[in-house]
């Protein structure tokens, strides 16, 4: 029976139909996957094409600063830039007449709804839709949205994790709008950035305790900045992330039950050809892929995200996208935004965004490296050389300081990149290790030499002016041991910034930001009280107090500092000796978040509460153990209802083939079906394997809900549940190499990775 003719139809009446037929020798993920792979070959990139510079199309969907001043008078704007700027409250009468300003503006766009937009303790975005449709006492229809409307709004707690913040029964939790980052348009709604919090004011998100580190470290670092230049008076934390991710055909996803449910393959024997020739790097993009980037930037810069690059990453079928630097927050929400954008973009054009860390084994993974710095509203990067002994100083102080916090704080640093998904990719060829270390090159290693070896006390001219760095360089010179990288090293200075590389795809940035945030704030005021009492009480002169201070703070920052190749086994035990953690695995790592120097360090910097540091740990832990069950379960039921019946399907073909041999041949057809007996053999092994595995894997599991402390049960789903993925996996992966490639089920390496 000839069922081509379904395959363009709704999907659900397709598989209705595809029930009432009896195939031989196949079944519904065997037909996708032939079907897709029939289809693909055909399919041609959907034209998209912009005619408008992308200048002048930038934010045009975004409410703006600029837009702001055209709608309301000037003490209503001035009111928000307090609020921006400073985090002042908004007065009730100059919110409805923003409110009114914003409904103005939306309607004007084509907006019907309005939500509040943030982003709940899943590791994506949340927002519910409400009409500006309103009906009067009259009856009579308008449009409403007030500066109530705005500022607040009452989403379900309940439905979000909490942490044991928020019980089942108590639902009550409240959105409120982050005037810092702009409102804008999607798909005719006018989405609202904000805070989302319990109705007992703890954070439920990754928004609030960012701004909080924000403003925490805006505070320390502008106190600092005073010593050289008395007209700062604000200090932005600046972000650009890079977004790694794969394209997989849609079609070809849907016959990987386990690339749906988890993000990653959990079965899958590598190709003949992976990335070992390193031919996809760099390399011309695909046409589809191209059209999806395209129309993605198109809607990308629509909404104010100033996407700047694109390019084929190392493994074939993944991708790279980065923006212009920005405010650490607005980036932050950029990100969210852009990771939202990319999933309803790439559906349009056939494709599945897969962010997951690791979703192919044997190939590079996906990071989201985070590239971090300091900028003064004076328009100076704090973590730029200068070319003056004063500009340098001022470069070292934000320079040494931030290397002291990570140092400081390395343990909790590795645990904000934690999760069961990186958990695959550090560590791995392609990678940072687990244990956090900084990078700074050999010409810096030199100059903080130089500074130790400065005298005590006050410094003379000489020595003052001897400290130029020039580390950027003078155009076209290029100074090799300041651009290159280490690309072992979890955290690099690269000129003007550190690059946090361990920060994994999937991640919200927020998360790993905001400790870097609050580590570097608290080390920030630590220095200047350093730097005060030497003024104080050593009677020194300001600049010869920071010297001093900075050397000091040297002696310390050398345990950190390494050069070398992160993946050596040497690093690991030379990092023992320096006292350097090496948490492996999410469970361990995440212990770091409940140390008592963690929590000071929040309460200190005002970014959490003991209770919301409690609340995000066990959030942590029970996703850790639900990612664990939900993989182990999906590869039970695969491996089960899938490869064992097909490898079963086979077998019969193979034992039909020798008892046809025996009958030609008679007692010597044992010599004709050799290569089959062993392979029905070699099935039959590899499948009671893979039952015994499940069985096990599933009394493994039983036996582990029954534990009630998250931590020895997210420990133990690690040691115990774990390791049968790999063995189950083992066992899938043989007899996809025996079995006839026209019964398996599954698409395979070769065609998720190659076929576009």
Not at 272 to 282: A, N, R, T, V
């Amino acid at each position: 029976m000839i069922i081509t003719k379904f395959w363009d139809t709704n999907l659900k009446f397709f598989i209705y139909k595809l029930s009432l037929f009896s195939f031989q020798n196949t079944s519904l993920m065997n037909y996708l996957r032939k079907k897709s792979l029939e289809n693909l070959f055909g399919k041609q990139p959907k034209s998209f094409e912009n005619d408008q510079k992308y200048s002048s199309l930038f934010a045009s969907h975004v409410f703006t600063d600029a837009v702001l001043e055209q709608y309301v008078n000037k003490e209503t704007y001035n009111q928000v830039a307090q609020a921006v700027n400073k985090g002042s409250k908004i007065n009730r009468r100059f919110a409805d007449q923003i409110a009114a300003s914003l409904k103005a503006w939306a309607m004007s766009k084509g907006a019907t709804h309005y939500t509040h937009w943030f982003q709940p303790l899943t590791g994506g975005t949340a927002e519910k839709h409400d009409a500006f449709f309103d009906l009067q006492s009259s009856g009579k229809p308008m449009e409403n949205f007030e500066g109530t409307q705005l500022v607040q709004q009452e989403p379900d707690a309940s439905s979000f994790p909490s942490g044991g913040i928020r019980n089942t029964f108590e639902a009550r939790g409240y959105t409120a709008w982050d005037p810092t980052s702009p409102a804008f348009i999607l798909d005719k709604t006018l989405c609202i950035p904000t805070i989302f919090v319990s109705y007992t004011g703890e954070a439920l998100d990754y928004k609030t305790p960012l701004l909080k580190s924000i403003q925490s470290l805006d505070n320390a670092a502008t106190e600092i900045c005073k010593y050289f230049d008395k007209n700062v008076t604000k200090v932005n934390a600046t972000l650009g992330w890079e977004q790694e991710y794969f394209l997989v055909d849609k079609s070809l996803a849907a016959s990987r039950p386990d690339l749906i449910i988890t993000g990653r393959t959990l079965f899958g024997h590598q190709p003949s050809k992976g990335q070992q020739l390193d031919d996809h790097y760099f390399g011309s993009i695909p046409p589809r892929v191209l059209s999806y980037m395209k129309e993605l930037e198109h809607s990308a810069i629509q909404l104010g995200i100033p996407l700047k690059t694109r390019h084929n990453e190392v493994a074939p079928g993944q991708f790279e996208l980065a923006p212009v630097y920005e405010e650490a927050n607005l980036s932050v929400d950029h990100n969210s935004l852009v990771m939202d954008l990319m999933r309803k973009i790439a559906n349009k054009h056939d494709f599945i965004v897969l962010f997951h860390e690791k979703p192919f084994e044997g190939i590079n993974g996906s990071g989201k490296h985070n590239n971090w710095s300091l900028s003064t509203n004076t328009g100076v990067n704090l973590l730029s050389p200068g070319k003056t002994p004063m500009s340098n100083l001022q470069f070292l102080t934000f320079f040494i300081n931030t290397i002291a916090a990570v140092l400081t704080h390395e343990s909790l640093m590795r645990a904000s990149i934690a999760s069961a998904s990186n958990d695959f990719r550090l560590g791995s060829s392609e990678a940072p290790p687990a244990i956090l270390s900084v990078f700074i090159g050999k010409q810096l290693t030199a100059v903080l030499d130089n500074l130790e070896n400065v005298s005590k006390g006050k410094l003379s001219p000489e020595e003052k002016t001897d400290l130029k760095l020039n580390v950027i360089g003078k155009i076209p010179e290029i100074l090799l041991d300041n651009t290159d990288r280490n690309r072992t090293s979890p955290f690099a200075f690269t000129g003007n910034k550190f690059e946090f590389r361990a920060v994994g795809s999937k991640s919200n940035c927020a998360k790993s930001i905001t400790v870097l945030n609050a580590a570097v704030a608290q080390q920030l005021e630590k220095f200047g009280k350093e730097v005060e009492d030497l003024i104080e009480k050593k009677e020194m002169k300001k600049d010869d107090a920071i010297f001093n201070a900075l050397r000091d703070n040297l002696k310390g920052i050398k345990n950190i500092l390494f050069e070398g190749d992160g993946y050596s086994d040497i690093w690991i035990e030379e990092a023992k000796k320096r006292g350097l953690s090496h948490n492996q695995n999410t469970p361990d790592a995440l212990t770091a978040y409940i140390s008592k120097k963690s929590i000071s360090l929040f309460e200190q910097t005002m970014v959490f509460s003991e209770r919301e540091v409690m609340a995000r740990y066990t959030v942590d832990l029970k996703e850790y153990i639900m990612r664990v069950q939900i993989e182990s379960r999906t590869l039970g039921d695969i491996a089960r209802n899938h490869i064992i019946p097909t490898a079963i399907k086979f077998q019969n073909v193979l034992i039909k083939n020798v008892k046809g041999l025996k009958e030609i041949y008679g007692n010597d057809f044992q010599k004709h079906a050799e290569v089959q007996l062993k392979i029905i053999e070699r099935i039959s092994g590899h499948i009671n394997e893979i039952n015994k595995g499940i069985v096990q894997m599933v009394e493994t599991r039983k036996s582990l809900n029954k534990i009630e402390e998250e931590y020895e049960k997210a420990h133990a789903y690690c040691e115990k549940v774990l390791p049968f993925l790999k063995v189950i996996r083992y066992h899938c992966d043989k007899l996809e190499l025996v079995t006839d490639d026209d019964l398996w089920p599954l698409a395979k390496y070769r065609e998720l990775l190659f076929c576009r």
